[in-house]
């Protein structure tokens, strides 16, 4: 594969640099930053980009999900987006958060999504300039769909879908995939009760598919290590998983938009749910079956 | 020289009457103001905060304040992309510097919600710098067995 399997998806640094200095030309046009840390947006954004924080924006503070749809459309509202908008996610991590954002974006049905490949690491070694202003954007008018959940996983549904055998992808840490690291000490809302992945997962951890300068890796890379190595099929239905739903949203997004996969669903309960509830099958060890050796571990064995 | 609590109350007040993005804009502040760990103490394992994801290390020490009684002093190296975690860690080092063990184990995890920070940062955050408070207390605790 020579070229990403949507090439418009992601956009340079250099392209929003031109929408920043020039907003006006771009009147449909919203940057949106979404961070690890929140302090990095007060600290310097790209100047005119809203933010939107993955905790306090997009999820529910009382239920375990997502904000809901009139709740998601206020949102929208408030930053300045309209249903028309072209949305440009971006953010630190090699754009975690910004691919957390844009794939909560796409359940609610918003139609022009892009990530502004790099991030912020990209747009500081480039030594583009950051602003501290505020930005209050006017305006936007907003409807939203209901969840479109032929992009979302809920636990039962991975359940079958394991227990039928279908392509499984955790893209979390090496040592979360074994086992080995079960939950972090003192840190007892992101930990799990259990360690290990779920029986037929192969690992392909989400670092692999992004650049030191977080950029994504070329469409060629990506071949190879999701179809070629991954033995992962671009027409099966495949669900990615890791702790909390937001390295599988980057891991989602790259084979969804780069590589052209038609059904991957991002589980995002992930091994914060299923790593803590009751009966899960949880294999641990180094292979997808959690069997001791296996000479096509890299292949995985679903 | 004033308790960890009367400094803690100040630096509460200060919050108070803080927006959102004015309280994260205070945090920066102090991350500026962040005692640096000393040369060749960066990165050793010991010190690791393995509770957070981006690379921690704090040393808690025990030694004479200005008043020659033993007190607790805190020095940190913090990752330049998490400026949240700088800024907490730097809160304590300013309320804790000098004062006895005591009292910087009397301090408990309302701080954060004292703050004001629990809204404006969700909980998995919140969780994140409540775990560096008891971090700092393991250290404490720590440093009086030596």
Redesign the interface.
Known sequence: MASYANEDVLVSTEWVASVAANPEAHPNVRIVESD?????Y??GHVPGAVEI?W??DL?D?TWRDYIDRAAFEDLCRRKGISNDTTVVFYG??SNWWACYAFWTFKLYGHADCRIMNGGRKKWALEGRPWSTD?VDPPQGTYTATEQDMSIRALRDEVLKHQKAGKPLVDVRSPEEYSGERLH???????GSLRGGHIPGAISIPWPLSVNEDGTFKSAKDLEKLYVKEGKLRRRAATVAYCR?GERSSLTWFVLTYLLGFSNVKNYDGSWLEWGNAVRMPIVKGTTPDGSPTAPDAASGSV | MSTVAERLDEIVDDFADLDG?EK??M??EY?AMLPPLPPGHAGLDENRV??C??PVFIQVELRPSEDGQPGIYLQAEVAE?????R?FVAVLAKAFAGRPADEVLAVNDTLLDRLGLS???????T??L??II??VKRGVVRSLAH
Not at chain 2, 81 to 85: G, I, K, N, Q, S
Not at chain 2, 119 to 125: A, D, S
Request: aromatic residues 4%; proline residues 6%.
């Open positions: 690890e840390d929140r302090a990095l007060t600290q924080d905790q306090v999820q503070a630190d991590k505020r972090m000490p003192d840190y007892p809302n992101e909390i | 993005r994260l804009e945090l920066l991350a393995h509770e994801q981006s992309e998490a400026p949240t975690v800024g809204e404006v940062l969700g909980m998995l955050r969780r994140g409540r775990a008891e971090y």
